[in-house]
Nanobody, 119 residues
Framework: QVQLVEPGGGLVQPGESLRLSCAAS????????AGWYRQAPGKQRELVAR???????IYADSVKGRFTISRDNAKNTVHLQMNSLKPEDTAVYYC?????????????WGQGTQVTVSP
């Protein structure tokens, strides 16, 4: 069973940067799309950024120009570089690896890491 581990959350001030990482503990034998989602208190989980199997990034409008998603396929890791952080970026961030194309479909989620942006 693959588990996703997400070190890198924390408390930062507005305007600062933070880098989140997501690593798979087991082996993954098919290609997949990867993404970062977040959920703030009282709100639904929302997509922050995702990166396709081919490496094309897609961003939510609220983070375009500030966040960068990247992946290392050899290490099965995905990163989210977050710059110019704002208080409204405060949330629990979750990474997701997903392959919906048979055979070998899967949908893995990390346990979440807290990001707090506050003066």
């Amino acid at each position: 069973q693959v588990q996703l581990v997400e070190p890198g959350g924390g408390l930062v001030q507005p305007g600062e940067s933070l880098r989140l990482s997501c690593a798979a503990s087991g082996s993954i034998y098919s290609s997949y799309a990867a993404g970062w989602y977040r959920q703030a208190p009282g709100k639904q989980r929302e997509l922050v950024a995702r990166i396709t199997r081919g490496g094309t990034p897609i961003y939510a409008d609220s983070v375009k120009g500030r966040f960068t998603i990247s992946r290392d396929n050899a290490k099965n890791t995905v990163h989210l570089q977050m710059n110019s952080l704002k208080p409204e970026d405060t949330a629990v961030y979750y990474c997701n690896y997903k392959n919906l194309v048979p055979p070998g479909t899967f949908d893995y989620w990390g346990q979440g890491t807290q990001v707090t942006v506050s003066p």
